[in-house]
């Protein structure tokens, strides 16, 4: 059970990343008409896994919902260990 909020606490904070970047986007004029349905279907696709892993384990599917959770959840904390290491090594790209 403490797997499955550890992943759904993952994916809450990837959700919050994307919610902040739409409303800096917003705020600056950078999420207009011309990707304003991206940006509806990005944030309707976190909240869904959100959502629909929170509902699987209430329903008894605790399996599907780390399944569901994991498919974000896993290449976030790629990403961030990516991110992590860049940051820490500070390469040289040239």
Known sequence: MNIFWI???IDGIIALIFFYFFFVGIADGSVSSYNGGLWFFMLIALSAIL???Y???T???EVGA???LSVLAVPGLLCGLFFLILILTNPRWN
């Open 66 to 68: 780390k399944i569901l």
């Open 51 to 53: 959502i629909g892993g």
């Open 7 to 9: 992943l759904w606490g």
């Open 59 to 61: 329903h008894q599917h």
């Open 55 to 57: 509902w699987l384990q």
